[in-house]
C-alpha cells in the first residue's frame, strides 16, 4: 500500500543532497514512520516524507549546505508540540491598502504590475493573520482558555 511504500531516489537526479538522502533510505511515504522534513511533489515527483535521525543531522546539515543545487524542494516539518517556535513576518504595505483610500492601492492611482504587487502582497498578509489566529486559538485550547480553536 502507498503508506508502506518506500522509493528510493537519485536516478537521473541531481544534486548532492538527493544521492546523500537515497544513500541514507530517508525517503518514504509512511504517515506512520517518523519524518523530519517534507520533500515537495515536483513535477511527475510525488510529495514524500524525509526522516533524518538525530544521529545523522550534522552529516545532513554539512551535504545541505554543500549542495549547489538552488531547488531542494525540502520544508522542515514540526510534529510535536515541544517542537514549537515563534514565526516572525514583515511585510511591509502601503497604510492606504488598510485605509479608505485601498481602492487606490488596487485601483487607478497605480500601473497594472503595481496593482498586482499589492493583490500579492495583502494576500500574503491575510494568510500570515490566518495563521496567527489558528496558533493563537491552538494555545489558547492547550492552556485551557477555551475560545474558537483551529
Known amino acids: 500500500d502507498d503508506d508502506e511504500k518506500e522509493e528510493e531516489k537519485g536516478e537521473g537526479e541531481e544534486g ?6 537515497s544513500a541514507h533510505r530517508c525517503f518514504h ?3 506512520t514512520r517518523p519524518k523530519s522534513h517534507l520533500h515537495m511533489a ?3 515527483a510525488p510529495a514524500q516524507f524525509v526522516w533524518v535521525p538525530p544521529a545523522l543531522r550534522e552529516e545532513f546539515a554539512r551535504v545541505y549546505a554543500s549542495d549547489p543545487s538552488p531547488h531542494k524542494f525540502l520544508a522542515e516539518l514540526i510534529d510535536s508540540p515541544d517542537q514549537r517556535f515563534n514565526f516572525f513576518m514583515d511585510v511591509d504595505l502601503d497604510p492606504a ?3 479608505g483610500a485601498a481602492a487606490e492601492c488596487f485601483g487607478g492611482g497605480a500601473n497594472a504590475g503595481e496593482r498586482e504587487r499589492m493583490r500579492g502582497l495583502h494576500e500574503a498578509l491575510r494568510v500570515a ?3 496567527q489566529e489558528v496558533l493563537a ?3 489558547r485550547a492547550a492552556s485551557g482558555e477555551g475560545g474558537a480553536g483551529g
Not at 16 to 21: D, I, K, N, P, Y
Open 137 to 139: 486559538a491552538r494555545e
Open 129 to 131: 493573520r490566518a495563521v
Open 42 to 44: 515536483v513535477g511527475a
Open 16 to 21: 548532492s543532497l538527493a544521492r546523500w538522502l
Open 29 to 31: 511515504f509512511s504517515k
Open 97 to 99: 491598502c488598510f485605509s
